[in-house]
């Protein structure tokens, strides 16, 4: 299967000079939408000023996407087909592009035509004019989807993630949006979590605005996900509201619970213990099963904090990743090297 993409068609591209704009666009099974969408992007991005390439992402399509992609690609210096050799899921597909991109800026959108190619230029614009924004976030005001299948769980998801996270936007399923690429360097997908993007950048340190854009309904193609997304999302969000608070520290976080449990099941001990020295039989109270259950689990959660303590050691220092992300300024500041 791997066969299928010629490592060479990589080996030009990456010679040549990067382009202002990566635009990363991931697709599954979306081949009635293909010829519309490149030159659409085509199109709009002619006319902007920005050098730009687009790096199409198969997701394992079944339709014929990728061998339309290479035939277009033929003939099209800035489109870079990206063949995946099953289907990964959005997330993945995304970090394929994002793993692959050149440019100062880096776009993403869906290949539905839902999001409209003409509003590409306008983000940029906006990232171009404005140095204390890092990230743009589309905002489908008028939302051309289902009122209760869709807009309806997406408006509650919205409010709940935006609480939770602390990072306030309309619309966190836009899949239209512009980033500063220092902002994606720092961002790794994994599972489902392309729908928190906005979160997973404000973490790294993004400064995000939101901006209305155009949208449409899908004309051709199918939705690719129905309401069973509804559970997966709100595991999400627990996983997400963890790692943005506790990922440094997770000791306060299951020490924290742990001690919670711990500590009233040791007054109760304590009290159990007085009575005892009373002369009472407390063999048979209910409230000694429940105070050495209590220190038992708090005693667990406070081994576990500890666990997770090592591992962020290692995430950090193993991997080579920073507790901390520094501004680029003006006057320079340098680590000291080694
Ligand atoms: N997609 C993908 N892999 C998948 C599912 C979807 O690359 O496993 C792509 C899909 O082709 C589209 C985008 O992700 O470009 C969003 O999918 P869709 O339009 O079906 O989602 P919706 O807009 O209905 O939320
Ligand atoms: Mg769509």
Not at 68 to 82: G, K, N
Not at 92 to 100: C, E, I, M, W
Not at 151 to 174: E, K, Q
Request: charge should be positive.
């Amino acid at each position: 299967m791997d066969s299928a993409v010629p490592a060479t068609l990589e080996l030009p591209l990456a010679a040549s000079a990067a382009p202002d704009v990566s635009i990363v666009i991931p697709m599954f099974n979306e081949v009635e939408n293909l010829p519309d969408l490149v030159a659409r992007v085509g199109d709009a991005m002619a006319t902007s000023g920005f050098g730009f390439e687009l790096i199409a992402v198969d997701d394992g399509s079944t339709d014929g996407t990728p061998e339309l992609l290479e035939t277009l690609a033929r003939d099209r210096a800035w489109l870079r087909p990206v063949i995946l050799t099953r289907n990964y899921g959005q997330s993945s597909a995304l970090q394929a592009g994002f793993d692959r991109v050149r440019g100062r800026y880096v776009v993403t959108l869906d290949a539905d035509l839902q999001n409209d190619p003409l509003d590409i230029p306008l983000l940029l614009q906006r990232l171009e004019t404005d140095p204390t924004i890092d990230m743009v976030s589309g905002w489908r005001r008028e939302r051309q989807d289902a009122a209760i299948s869709r807009r309806l769980p997406s408006l509650i998801a919205n409010r709940l993630i935006s609480r939770a996270t602390r990072v306030n936007l309309h619309d966190y399923g836009c899949a239209l949006k512009a980033y500063r690429r220092h902002i994606i360097d720092r961002i790794r997908l994994y599972g489902e979590l392309h729908r928190f993007i906005p979160s997973l950048a404000r973490d790294a340190g993004a400064r995000i605005a939101e901006m209305p854009v155009r949208h449409h309904a899908r004309t051709r193609g199918q939705s690719k996900y129905g309401i069973d997304r509804t559970f997966r999302v709100i595991l999400d969000l627990v996983l997400i509201v963890f790692f943005m608070r506790y990922r440094q520290r997770p000791l306060h976080a299951f020490g924290g619970l742990g001690l919670w449990l711990a500590t009233p099941g040791v007054l109760m001990l304590a009290y159990l213990t007085i009575v005892k020295l009373g002369g009472e039989d407390i063999g048979g109270r209910p409230l000694l099963i429940a105070a050495v259950m209590l220190i038992l689990i708090g005693a667990q959660l406070i081994v576990a904090g500890l666990i997770g303590e090592m591992l962020t050691r290692i995430y950090h220092e193993g991997q080579g990743r920073p507790q901390y992300h520094v501004r680029a300024s003006a006057t320079g500041d340098t680590p000291r090297a080694g």
